[in-house]
């Protein structure tokens, strides 16, 4: 039975769907600010993203990046509006030329059909605020976040979702997800507004809590390799047996992938907030 959750947050609009209800990572919270949606919702819950593009005049639409559940109703929303995705170059090729999804994910989020999509312009505005594109790579290649400066706020596709992590996908890299966490840290923002967590008032704060668990978890991987113990020991010590989702994943999706990319962490070149 899908999730269905619309609420409002300070002029924020949003509704949040999911076909399952099996945590945060089975659901995603689509965002309209003054004209402007960011991401579009998974594929197979169009028919609760519509009503919810519909109900308002949309000016604008914002890719973070090209997975299925932030891009796979572009094409919808541009058919019933009108209006084209601004996204990052990256994205606009991945889309263009379509992309494999696992079985898993498409199990949870559907399809995502090719996509013709517009560059980001340089001057990106919600309203009359001004939009600063931070691109941030490591979930996802082209991963962009969206930060409005005159409020404090970050649109951070999936840059943060949860403070501690168990599992990673197998594409993913650490290294370059804390180069991106580190980088927009650098940045001052109060409020995360996240696809998937929904809105996070301390979110600077919490974003940086997951920067130092990632830190730690890599500083205390690489102590136990330096002792000798084979990545499989490593991941049981610290993060414990993998579950039947590493399992039904193919282990696309497992704790030994997270080790993995945590042992090839420079922890010296990494800055302490």
Not at 70 to 96: R, W, Y
Not at 202 to 221: H, I, M, R, T, V
Request: with cysteine; charged share 20%.
């Amino acid at each position: 039975m899908s999730v269905r959750e619309t609420f409002n947050y300070q002029g924020l609009e949003a509704i949040r769907v999911g076909r399952l209800n099996m945590g945060i990572n089975t659901t995603f919270v689509v965002y309209r600010l003054n004209g402007t949606v960011i991401d579009t919702g998974p594929s197979n819950q169009w028919k609760y993203v519509k009503p919810f593009i519909q109900n308002s005049p949309l000016e604008q639409l914002l890719l973070t990046h090209h997975h299925e559940d932030h891009s796979g109703n572009a094409g919808a929303i541009q058919e019933l509006t009108g209006v084209q995705a601004f996204a990052p170059d990256l994205t606009i090729g991945i889309l263009k030329k379509g992309f494999r999804i696992p079985p898993m994910q498409k199990f949870f989020w559907g399809t995502a059909g090719k996509a013709e999509v517009s560059l980001l312009p340089e001057d990106i505005r919600i309203g009359t605020e001004e939009v600063q594109p931070l691109f941030s790579p490591g979930h996802a290649k082209d991963m962009t976040c969206y930060l409005l400066l005159e409020r404090g706020w970050l649109f951070s596709a999936d840059l943060f979702i949860a403070n501690y992590l168990k599992f990673l996908r197998i594409d993913e890299d650490i290294p370059t997800l804390l180069n991106s966490i580190k980088n927009v840290l650098d940045h001052p923002f109060q409020v995360i507004l996240c696809p998937h967590r929904g809105v996070v008032e301390d979110g600077w704060q919490q974003l940086n809590q997951k920067y130092k668990y990632l830190l730690n978890l890599s500083a205390e991987a690489q102590q136990l390799e330096q002792q000798g113990l084979p990545l499989e020991q490593i991941t049981l010590r610290l993060l414990g047996k993998e579950g039947l989702f590493s399992i039904l994943t193919g282990y696309n999706f497992c704790k030994r992938n997270l080790i993995a990319s945590c042992l090839k962490v420079d922890l010296a070149k990494m800055k302490y907030f």
